[in-house]
């Protein structure tokens, strides 16, 4: 029986994890992208000098190219996804596509390092493979479990591939590849390095639950359970600053309960606050 009750529990779970963002989120979400598009923006633009800075302290010319080459793609896709985002921020496929590009962009940068015959720097890097956590964190920003679920099983997949690229260039702890500036390899660290993604995702999951919780209440009304004046203002501020990068119209439309001061004295506060949470039900 237990057994049974069990298997039946997981299929609902599981919907849970991956059913679409409720109105609430994907408004906090569209806010989130931005956020992070922004962001990107900036640590791209950093990222651009760098090869300038490493020609100068004598990086040799193919590195120098290759990198710039790369910040430059990285800043041109940048600009494009905070465009869109502005344009668009309640686009849930723009999410996935800023999620994937972060992550893949991380991926890109070590297996550069497999295909220069730097494997250690690949698998033991303390600077570009954090950037999988932040960018697995920034999901959480988001607002959607499927955005976060899709980062993390990503970077997995792709990190994988990483180790399996080092592995093939045979023995990494040979005494050939001395003198091991960036490290030997362990198996070990390579799973605990794989287990901290599968951690980060379950924190930005958690993250994203708890976002829910504290916007629900903050954000909705406890008498009538629709969206308080808090919620409007943020969402009329976007609605607004969409409306004049697209040049689309806006329509607001407000109303007013005839006679409700008239009807709370005859019949009481009680039948008032009945009469508010059946309009409210009714306009939603």
């Not at 297996?111 to 570009?128: C, E, K, T, Y």
């Not at 690229?165 to 023995?171: N, Q, T, Y």
């Not at 008498?223 to 119209?249: F, H, K, P």
């Amino acid at each position: 029986m237990q057994t049974g009750g069990t298997r039946q529990q997981r299929p609902g779970a599981i919907r849970r994890l991956l059913e679409p963002p409720d109105e609430l989120m994907l408004e906090a979400g569209a806010i989130g992208e931005v956020l992070v598009a922004r962001i990107r923006l900036v640590v791209v633009s950093l990222i651009v000098l760098m090869p300038p800075i490493a020609w100068l302290s004598g990086a040799r010319i193919e590195e120098v190219f290759t990198g710039g080459v790369m910040a430059s793609v990285a800043l041109v896709f940048a600009v494009f996804l905070l465009r869109k985002v502005l344009r668009d921020g309640a686009a849930v496929r723009w999410r996935f596509v800023s999620a994937a590009f972060d992550i893949t962009s991380i991926s890109l940068v070590l297996a550069l390092f497999l295909a220069q015959g730097l494997p250690h720097v690949a698998i033991n890097s303390r600077v570009v493979y954090e950037l999988y956590l932040l960018s697995i964190a920034a999901t959480a920003l988001r607002g959607d479990r499927r955005v976060c679920l899709f980062a993390g099983g990503l970077a997995l997949v792709q990190y994988i591939a990483i180790i399996a690229g080092a592995a093939s260039f045979g023995d990494l702890n040979d005494a050939a590849w001395a003198p091991f500036r960036y490290g030997f390899h362990s198996w070990g660290d390579q799973v605990s390095r794989l287990i901290l993604i599968a951690a980060m995702t379950l924190l930005a999951l958690a993250c994203v639950h708890q976002t829910r919780k504290l916007l629900q209440l903050s954000s909705q009304d406890r008498l009538t359970g629709i969206r308080n004046r808090a919620w409007l203002d943020s969402r009329l501020a976007r609605e607004v600053g969409e409306t004049a990068l697209t040049r689309r119209s806006l329509a607001l439309a407000m109303i007013d309960v005839d006679d409700f001061k008239e009807f709370n004295d005859r019949y009481g506060h009680l039948a008032g606050d009945a009469a508010l949470r059946a309009i409210a039900q009714r306009l939603a």
